[in-house]
């Protein structure tokens, strides 16, 4: 009986899909409140992405530069840090970190104000919720993510420079010149770019989870905490699904 129980969930889930994306466009007459939320958004995750960033490159040198030494490759280390960090794991790092980060806030903050008799304030004065409290939050975690992508995949090239510049005596220009290397090809500079764009795709996904679990909490202080555990599990489930899908895609419109 609790397998049939996702049924339900689901069709309530796609219901607040297409209500939250039908006001997306109006909810752009409001910048200011959009630049607001974004602005808590990118404030939050900066910190998390700049660790990440530096660890990412830090582990991605010492992962392959052992292997492309073995084998006579090593001037290809800058080349295959910088694909890999811009093709998937600077995009996928930065939607987990929103997801997680974001995506609970987001949760916690719309479940206090239903539990807060908030929402259904609104809905008496004949206001739409989606249109004053999910469009603005929605579009600020659809911005905030390619920007985080560009944060952590900048930290991450500059510190797989820093690790290798410790180890042997190549220059920055020599580095970054073998790190665009392969990016001056049409092809793979069509993949970046299409790395990069997927990123607007998991903002969506996490501000539509974390809103849809928020609006949702009821229960006390209990059902707001399982609320925001749901916001933040359904966002970084959402992610990964996107991901695969949109890879699926970019590798069979771009070969």
């Known amino acids: 009986m609790k397998s049939l129980s996702i049924i339900p969930l689901l069709g309530e889930f796609v219901y607040f899909v297409v209500r939250a994306t039908w006001v997306l466009i109006p909810t752009l007459r409001k910048p200011l409140e959009i630049v607001r939320i974004l602005y808590g958004v990118l404030l939050g995750a900066i910190p998390l992405g700049l660790i990440a960033g530096i660890c990412l490159g830090a582990v991605i040198w010492m992962q392959t530069s052992a292997i492309l030494r073995r084998t006579g490759s090593d001037s290809l280390l800058p080349t295959v840090l910088t694909i ?38 609104l809905i008496l004065m004949g206001l739409s919720p989606e249109k004053i409290l999910v469009g603005p939050r929605v579009w600020a975690c659809i911005l905030a993510l390619p920007i985080i992508h560009i944060f952590i995949a900048l930290i991450a090239i500059s510190s797989g420079y820093v690790a290798e510049n410790l180890v042997s005596s190549t220059t920055r220009l020599k580095y970054f010149e073998a790190s665009i290397k392969e990016l001056r090809s049409a092809h793979m500079f069509n993949q970046v770019i299409a790395a990069w764009l997927k990123t607007f795709v998991f903002g969506y996904c996490v501000g539509i989870a974390g809103c849809f679990h928020g609006l949702r909490a009821s229960g006390g202080t209990e059902g707001l905490g399982k609320a925001t555990t749901s916001g933040v599990v359904w966002a970084c489930l959402l992610v990964l699904l996107a991901d695969a899908l949109a890879v699926a895609v970019i590798q069979t419109l771009l070969t």
């Open 84 to 121: 890999s960090v811009l093709l998937e794991l600077a995009p996928l790092c930065a939607g987990l970190i929103i997801a997680a980060r974001t995506g609970a806030s987001l949760a916690a903050e719309l479940g206090a104000m239903r539990q807060g008799e908030q929402i259904d304030a």
